[in-house]
T-cell receptor, first 115, second 113 residues
């Protein structure tokens, strides 16, 4: 595809459930970033991958959050035992290589609602 | 860690007038400052960025200024148009390969007809 895509666009779940959010980066982009955007806030860094490995996961709020990128392309953000406070838009971005001087292209986001 | 403050949270200007959004940062090692525009329901998009080796950068109606001594930077939009209505985010980073971008909370800009 021409840009970063994310699925699903919307996800409604119940407290305590498990969810997976998917990100397809731009083809050829080796760096992939996950952000969380709460209402009225800027994107908050969660984790980034350079290739298959998580280069920095310091933004993950707790051990209920986990992300993988097994083949260095598609990434999945996994949230266990969801809580109402997890409700937010989860944004994915990719760049050609890691390093903030390389423009990050954002996906449309997945709006997660935990009831 | 880095902390980015952004003001104002909401800004309304008449079409054709100028808009200014200001940000401050805390980490003196930061040297890369991008600005993103996010239209309602859409993804953030980079509109301009500045590195610390310059004090000002301009791209058509948009300009950014940087004052490293005071640790603040600003976005200036001249001759505003309806399509400028959006949320604007400033951000800061050291620019190192292993560093992350820290975003401000955003400014919702309304262009009034």
């Amino acid at each position: 595809g021409a840009g970063v895509s994310q699925t699903p666009s919307n996800k409604v779940t119940e407290k305590g459930k498990y969810v997976e959010l998917r990100c397809d980066p731009i083809s050829g982009h080796t760096a992939l970033y996950w952000y969380r955007q709460s209402l009225g806030q800027g994107p908050e860094f969660l984790i980034y991958f350079q290739g298959t490995g998580a280069a920095d996961d310091s933004g993950l709020p707790n051990d209920r959050f986990f992300a993988v990128r097994p083949e260095g392309s598609v990434s999945t953000l996994k949230i266990q035992r969801t809580e109402r406070g997890d409700s937010a838009v989860y944004l994915c971005a990719s760049s050609l290589i890691a390093g903030v001087y390389n423009e990050q292209f954002f996906g449309p986001g997945t709006r997660l609602t935990v009831l | 860690g880095e902390n980015v403050e952004q003001h104002p949270s909401t800004l309304s200007v008449q079409e054709g007038d100028s808009a200014v959004i200001k940000c401050t940062y805390s980490d003196s090692a930061s040297n890369y400052f991008p600005w993103y525009k996010q239209e309602l329901g859409k993804r953030p998009q980079l509109i301009i960025d500045i590195r610390s080796n310059v004090g000002e950068k301009k791209d058509q109606r948009i300009a950014v200024t940087l004052n490293k001594t005071a640790k603040h930077f600003s976005l200036h939009i001249t001759e505003t148009q309806p399509e400028d209505s959006a949320v604007y985010f400033c951000a800061a980073s050291t620019g190192r390969r292993d560093d992350k971008i820290i975003f401000g909370k955003g400014t919702r800009l309304h262009i009034l007809p």
